[in-house]
């Protein structure tokens, strides 16, 4: 059976850290396109960072230089580390799995398996 578990989420002021994590079970990270999405109240998801079969990573605009997508094929755990974190990266952070990483980034197209969840919250 396929699962994705979301944890790490929290409070933090403006300026700290966290790292998420997304484990899963049913099959192997590394056979799989991983993708970090979020989304806040009255917004629309929006895809975050991906990191393809062969480690390739990308990320949107305005978390370049303080999010870092990687995983752990030995854990079969996917991470999300951000730092320097902002008010506006307040929201509901979700780890996807997709058979392959789409051409167009960000998109959540190709993305069958999602976690539950974690709330990332960020004062200023």
């Known amino acids: 059976q396929v699962r994705l578990a979301e944890s790490g989420g929290g409070s933090v002021q403006a300026g700290g850290s966290l790292r998420l994590s997304c484990a899963a079970s049913?099959?192997?990270?590394?056979?799989?396109?991983w993708g970090w999405f979020r989304q806040s109240p009255g917004k629309e998801r929006e895809g975050v960072a991906d990191?393809?079969?062969?480690?390739?990573?990308r990320y949107i605009d305005s978390v370049k230089g303080r999010f870092t997508i990687s995983r752990d094929n030995a854990k079969n755990t996917l991470y999300l580390q951000m730092n320097n974190l902002k008010p506006e990266d307040t929201a509901m952070y979700y780890c996807?799995?997709?058979?392959?990483?789409?051409?167009?980034?960000?998109?959540?197209?190709?993305?069958?398996?999602w976690g539950q969840g974690t709330q990332v919250t960020v004062s200023s």
């Open positions: 049913g099959y192997g990270v590394s056979n799989y396109c």
């Open positions: 996807a799995a997709a058979r392959f990483c789409t051409l167009v980034f960000p998109s959540d197209s190709g993305y069958n398996d």
């Open positions: 990191i393809h079969t062969r480690g390739y990573t």
